[in-house]
């Protein structure tokens, strides 16, 4: 039965997917309107700190106000959503909790409330959507095995980059083409040194956050997302930072080449990402030796080789990941995990002169910025990983442009993404992991 079919028949049931939604931000707010005209399935409750948005978010989709609660505590939000009403709290805490709650999605992009929420969650049992990838390239493989140990879905959105590039990564590997690179156009400008107030009158003309907006041009969304797609397929990066060539969809098969072919790659088999007109899109570029293949892809005006690019030319954000929940929830998969646990990391790297003493403010901050480094090298160089860089203090002066590492750093040990990445690191070293993952997931195995 497809997806629709089944949600179609949840719908005659008058049992619709559940859902709760952590962020009420720009993405989140599209989120509900998306849902509210789908079949099967409701946004139920959102958890916001600022409670107006979630209310505004349930107004914006067509919920009358006399239908919507707000609650702080299980026993007020279970009753409201047993009554068909909709939930509203400032406590995201209180979703994984709620019994009429099928799944969850976190859409605030923060490290430390997308680990804390996606752990309550597989506590819980219930599913998790997580739009977060920021926390999912510092946390995401023991979350997925803390998910599968106890029966419940992890997985990444649908809409977003790494989500919309593996679709075409798994249609070229499931056809056995040679994968040379895939990988995203990069909406904004590139500047390492942007800051939430040199960008704050532009983001209050595009209506978003000025931290979001400076994660975007200081280019770590562009490593983190690259970074979660590495660790879903496995493909590494082409080098730290990646390349992120200028170019346009007609050239990406001549840049995104190996070095003998007059291309930019050292080797197969590479995450990367494009300045220029391949934004909003993304890409695969791939390559055959088969001669039928290569006549084939020819006849079919694919072009004339030797390389050739399946591309999407657009990715439509939270208004897709609602297939992630109805995939979680029905089909009981993910859309994209970290499968290949850690291949990818994404280290902190200072924008000015840091100096000892100060609390680093975290990803889209005035401080780092992230840039994707190969797993096994930023272990063996002990480079701080970005999502848990938030509330560290700093031992001792660093300079610009240098990369931190643990021990130029007293992390914030309270924090849950901190304390998931020490258990996480030991998982990964350690053949004890099952015993850990399997106490902290509530012991089933």
Partial sequence: MKLHEKLLERERMNAPITVGLVGAGQMGTGLVSQVASMKGMRVSAIADIVIERARRAFLAAGVPEQAIVMADDVATADEALTAGRRVITRSADLLPQLAGLEAIIEATGVPELGARIAWLSILGRKHIVSMNVEADVTV????????DVGGVVYTGAAGDEPAATLELYEFAQALGLTILC????????????????????????????????????????TMVEMAALANATGLRPSRRGLHGPQTDIEQ?????????????????GVVDYAIGNVAPGVFVVFTSDLPVVIDELRYLKMGDGPNWVLYRPYHLTSLETPLSVARAVLNGEPTIAPTHGMVAEVIAVAKRRL????????????????????????????????????????RTDIEQGQPLTYTDVMLDENQTVVQLRRLQDQWLLTASSGAMVTSLSGGRE
């Fill in 140 to 147: 995401g493989p023991l979350l997925k095995r803390m998910a």
């Fill in 252 to 268: 990406l098969t001549k840049v995104f080449a190996l070095r003998y072919q007059g291309g930019i790659l050292e080797e197969a």
């Fill in 355 to 394: 100096r000892a003493g100060e609390q680093i403010d975290g990803i889209g901050g005035s401080m780092i910025y992230g840039l994707i480094e190969r797993a096994e090298i930023a272990r063996a160089e002990q480079l701080l990983p970005i999502g848990i860089a938030q509330g560290a203090i700093l």
């Fill in 182 to 221: 895939a990988g995203k156009g990069k909406n904004n400008p590139l500047d390492r040194r942007a800051t939430p107030d040199s960008l704050a009158a532009e983001a209050r003309a595009r209506g978003m956050s000025p931290r979001m907006l400076c994660s975007f041009v200081d280019g770590t969304k």
